[in-house]
């Protein structure tokens, strides 16, 4: 049963103070994916990595930065946190390849609330 | 660019049928999910469809139609824990989903 975690269900911050999103998945999928979701928005990519060390922008990645230092570890670091941050965060991981039949596995989510 | 509709949100009554539309136009195609998300829950796969047809899974069915962009989702003998958020999702190539904005639906006893 593929598991993916994230570190907190909730989180409170301050405005700029620099926060730390860690995402584990324990299926040694290649991809990663950082997203966040808002009332009518959906779901919007951030960011995503394919491999160790490779990243990729998504469709929102202004105001943070990825790391992926091992396969199964994903961070998503927001450098100076701002109100317009809060939202509910998801981390995805996927098995490698482009065939588009692999679905994306989902952790439970981050709830961040900037104040 | 990529732009995936659904509705907003649907009400339907126990035991009922409904039917979740979703309309895409992306650059690239490579497959559409349906996922299922419950409040304050990660969302969670349902169905995958890449050719022409109705995919039948249980009380579940999907259907899509590449040439015109369509997709929907029909869930039958609806039940109360169907009460949820259903996410059209397009796999375009690029590795990540491309997700709509979801559709909330109520099941009323």
């Known amino acids: 049963d593929v598991k993916v975690t994230q570190s907190s269900r909730y989180l409170v911050k301050r405005t700029g103070e620099k926060v730390f999103l860690e995402c584990v998945q324990d299926m040694d999928h290649e991809n990663m994916f950082w997203y966040r979701q808002d009332p009518g928005l959906g779901l919007r990519l951030i960011y995503f990595s394919y491999d160790v060390k490779m990243k990729e922008k998504g469709d929102i990645p202004e105001g943070y930065s990825v790391s992926r230092e091992k396969k199964e570890r994903f961070s998503l670091i927001l450098e100076s946190a701002s109100t317009n941050q809060t939202s509910m965060y998801l981390c995805a991981s996927r098995p490698g390849g482009t065939g588009g039949q692999e679905t994306q596995y989902f952790g439970p989510g981050t709830r961040l609330l900037v104040l | 660019g990529q732009n995936i509709d659904q509705p907003t949100e649907m009400t339907a009554t126990e035991g009922a049928i409904v039917q979740i539309n979703c309309t895409y136009q992306?650059?690239?195609?490579?497959?559409l999910f349906w996922y299922q998300q419950h409040a304050g829950e990660a969302p969670t796969f349902l169905s995958y469809n890449v050719l022409d047809g109705l995919e039948e899974k249980g009380r579940f069915s999907s259907f899509l139609s590449r040439s015109k962009g369509y997709s929907y989702l029909l869930l039958k003998e609806l039940q109360m824990k169907d009460s949820a958020s259903y996410l059209c999702?397009?796999?375009?190539?690029?590795?990540?989903?491309?997700f709509g904005s979801g559709t909330r639906l109520q099941v009323q006893p």
């Open positions: 992306t650059s690239g195609f490579n497959g």
């Open positions: 999702a397009v796999y375009t190539g690029r590795r990540a989903l491309t």
